[in-house]
Nanobody
Framework: QVQLVESGGGLVQPGGSLRLSCVAS????????MNWYRQVSGNKRERIAH????????GYTSSVSGRFTISVDNAKNTVFLQMDNLKPEDTAVYYC?????????????WGKGTLVSVSS
């Protein structure tokens, strides 16, 4: 059974840090591009970071670049999002996404999300 399970969300003060984890099961992330999205209630889901697990190449949206870092541990089939210098506008539900590449093109999996709240 394919599954993505996020964890690590919570309440943090502005300027603080959180590390999100996303554990994959039922497939191997090394054959996928892994993404982190976030969604504020009423808004469209936005991709904020991605990593091509085969090459390690990463990308970030401008609002998080320099503050967030995406990484993977292929041995643990897990992707991480280190979030530093958090701001109130980072408050959102954060989702892990796996996007198939190559032979697995067209496959797309989502986690259920984890809530991050940044407030004093």
């Amino acid at each position: 059974q394919v599954q993505l399970v996020e964890s690590g969300g919570g309440l943090v003060q502005p300027g603080g840090s959180l590390r999100l984890s996303c554990v994959a099961s039922g497939f191997t992330i090394s054959a996928y591009a892994m993404n982190w999205y976030r969604q504020v209630s009423g808004n469209k889901r936005e991709r904020i970071a991605h990593i091509y697990t085969a090459t390690g190449s990463t990308g970030y949206t401008s609002s998080v670049s320099g503050r967030f870092t995406i990484s993977v541990d292929n041995a643990k089939n897990t992707v991480f999002l280190q979030m530093d210098n958090l701001k109130p506008e980072d408050t959102a539900v954060y989702y892990c996404n796996a996007e198939g590449v190559g032979l697995f093109h067209g496959r797309n999996y989502w986690g259920k999300g984890t809530l991050v709240s940044v407030s004093s």
